[in-house]
């Protein structure tokens, strides 16, 4: 089973429509949460940190449910420019450690 | 702070040739993190470093792949001998406990 899994897409969707995107992971132990985009032949860039209350930054809604291990992202109004790949990012530290897995990723298409 | 900072941008080698890749993380970073993505497997953690100490190497593909941490600005991966499936973007990244890690801008690499 993969840690953190993703729907790959695409997601083609017109400009001006609402879109989220979900994402699974299996480590239970898992303590911190992130959202990254990708343009393509970019890095990944930090997009918002997902906390348990839900949190929001503009257009942006992340949101993380530990009982059922998932965590989502929406996006309102989305624009042309929001075209990318969204990866979804677990953290679990402990003993030293602090691992990041990232998922495959989900791409979206923002539509004229 | 300049980001993370990878050299070379760009790699093409012969098959069997020595690569080095270089990362400069950003300052006050305890964590320091390499991973390689492809399409077919995403991104994948080789190996990461917390205070330039080597923490978990299990994802490092073989012996062929070797990384150091000399100092807390700099570190190096290494592949000796490659090969054409060794062709991948090769990103560092660095973070601070807790928060999510900031990637430079990759190394593509391609064995021929």
């Known amino acids: 089973r993969k840690e953190v899994e993703q729907d790959p897409g695409p997601f083609n969707v017109p400009e001006g429509a609402t879109v989220a995107f979900n994402c699974t992971y299996s480590n239970s132990a898992s303590q911190s949460f992130f959202w990254y985009r990708q343009d393509c032949r970019k890095e990944p860039k930090l997009l918002m940190s997902?906390?348990?209350s839900g949190n929001e930054d503009g257009r942006f809604t992340a949101q993380l449910n530990r009982a059922s291990q998932y965590i989502s992202l929406l996006i309102r109004d989305s624009k042309l420019s929001d075209s990318a790949t969204y990866l979804c990012t677990c953290a679990y530290s402990g003993a030293g450690s602090y691992q990041l897995t990232f998922g495959k990723g989900t791409k979206l298409s923002v539509i004229p | 702070d300049a980001g993370v900072i990878q050299s070379p941008r760009h790699e093409v080698t012969e098959m069997g040739q020595e690569v080095t890749l270089r990362c400069k993380p950003i300052?006050?970073?305890?964590?320091l993190f390499w991973y390689r993505q492809t399409m077919m497997r995403g991104l994948e953690l080789l190996i990461y470093?917390?205070?330039?100490?080597?923490?978990?190497d299990s994802g490092m593909p073989e012996d062929r792949f070797s990384a150091k941490m000399p100092n807390a600005s700099f570190s190096t991966l290494k592949i000796q001998p490659s090969e054409p499936r060794d062709s991948a973007v090769y990103f560092c990244?660095?973070?601070?406990?807790?928060?999510?890690?900031?990637f430079g801008q990759g190394t593509r690499l391609t064995v021929v």
């Open positions: 997902v906390y348990s």
């Open positions: 990244a660095s973070s601070d406990y807790w928060g999510g890690a900031f």
């Open positions: 300052s006050g970073h305890d964590y």
């Open positions: 470093f917390n205070n330039n100490v080597p923490i978990d």
